[in-house]
């Protein structure tokens, strides 16, 4: 008999299973807070549950997490590489700030969008994340934030991957997130970070738990996002910030826009302010990233004179807008620099 593993399951398909076996649904309950509020994920040790039911669950499921191989601290952030039950790598990063523990998870292994500056996107796609293996790598970190009586407070999906490309995975994730019987992490302190595919933001805007949507922009009109992120030319800029607005519309939250400043690319002033007629009276807020330096790329990242700039710019236009301090860069942890996993094994000098 296969087994399944626990951490794909959610209370409803618990309760179908536990009817099943004449339990009692308080049983179900009681299961899930050894789960995920004790941390207890050995069934024989859930003491108040009958014995005949432990036995049960040890038989019907598996507990499997990732395995942590590598662990590197700095600046508040720690960078985890996990490895799967097929020996694959991924990596997960718990950034410890303004008493604040957020986690950004993975979502696949690599990614299959190439956008030309992004590390991930060197290694190409080689499969997507289970939920397993998503709340998994949560669950990893949750384990030892509960040694320290503390717990995940935010979400993002920025790690490895797309998410809207690995949808149907990710959010099951969300609903054990955000439940109360799971994670209990509201869905405003989730956050879902995407290239841009325009049917998929309809959709989320659909779903039950109304995440926050972030959206990679990078650039002010087509002619710029065409070379640095390919799949514009199928959602070209005009019709994702139709499909923005209507998700903030819908959800009555401002989308954030991410813009990673690249050197002489696209941080110029009459790029501010192409931005800044794009956003104009919209329900929109523009997170100002410099570039983290992926040294396969020729870019560079921009200077503290021209970010600065570009930021007075956008205040003069009025655009909401924060320049963010992209954490983790000395340990290779920043956004789009995850990928040591993957090139290091190969023998690439990082
Ligand atoms: N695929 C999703 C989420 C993963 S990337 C997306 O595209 O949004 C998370 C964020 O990091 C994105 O905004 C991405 O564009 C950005 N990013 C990628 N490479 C980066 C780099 N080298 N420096 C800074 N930000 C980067």
């Given at each position: 008999m296969s087994t399944k593993n626990i951490f794909s399951l959610n209370k409803e398909n618990l309760l179908e299973i536990f009817k099943g076996w004449n339990e009692l649904s308080y049983r179900v309950d009681q299961f899930l807070n050894w789960i995920y509020k004790k941390g207890e994920w050995d069934p024989v040790k859930m003491s108040n549950l009958p014995m005949n039911l432990r036995n049960k669950l040890k038989e019907f499921f598996s507990f499997d997490l990732p395995h942590v191989v590598d662990k590197k601290d700095a600046d508040n952030t720690i960078k985890y590489l996990l490895q799967l039950s097929d020996g694959e790598n991924i990596e997960t990063v718990l950034i410890r700030h303004h008493n604040r523990n957020t986690i950004c998870i993975s979502v696949q292994v690599g990614c299959s969008f190439s956008c030309k500056f992004c590390a991930t996107g060197l290694i190409g796609l080689k499969r997507n994340l289970k939920v397993e293996e998503i709340i998994g790598q949560a669950l990893t970190i949750q384990k030892e934030l509960w040694n320290e009586g503390e717990r995940i407070s935010n979400i993002v999906?920025?790690?490895?991957?797309e998410p809207l490309a690995n949808y149907d995975a990710v959010i099951r994730s969300i609903e054990i997130f955000n439940s109360d019987w799971g994670f209990?992490?509201?869905?405003?302190?989730i956050t879902i970070s995407t290239v841009g595919i325009v049917p998929r933001i309809y959709d989320l805007a659909n779903e039950k738990v109304k995440v926050r949507l972030a959206i990679s922009l990078h650039a002010p009109d087509n002619e710029f996002r065409n070379q640095i992120i390919p799949i514009n030319k199928k959602y070209p800029i005009e019709e994702l910030l139709e499909s923005a607005w209507f998700y903030a519309s819908v959800t009555k939250r401002r989308i954030t826009f991410e813009y990673v400043l690249i050197k002489d690319f696209n941080d110029r002033i009459e790029h501010a302010n192409k931005l800044s007629i794009l956003l104009k009276g919209k329900p929109a807020h523009v997170n100002l990233i410099s570039w983290n330096k992926?040294?396969?790329?020729?870019w560079e990242p921009s200077d503290i004179y021209s970010i600065r700039k570009f930021k007075e710019i956008l205040d003069k236009n009025g655009i909401n807008n924060t320049l963010r301090i992209s954490y983790g860069c000395k340990i290779r942890a920043g956004c789009g620099q995850l990928r040591a996993t993957y090139l290091g094994m190969r023998g690439i000098e990082l």
């Open positions: 999906f920025m790690g490895m991957g209990g992490i509201g869905s405003k302190h992926v040294k396969e790329y020729p």
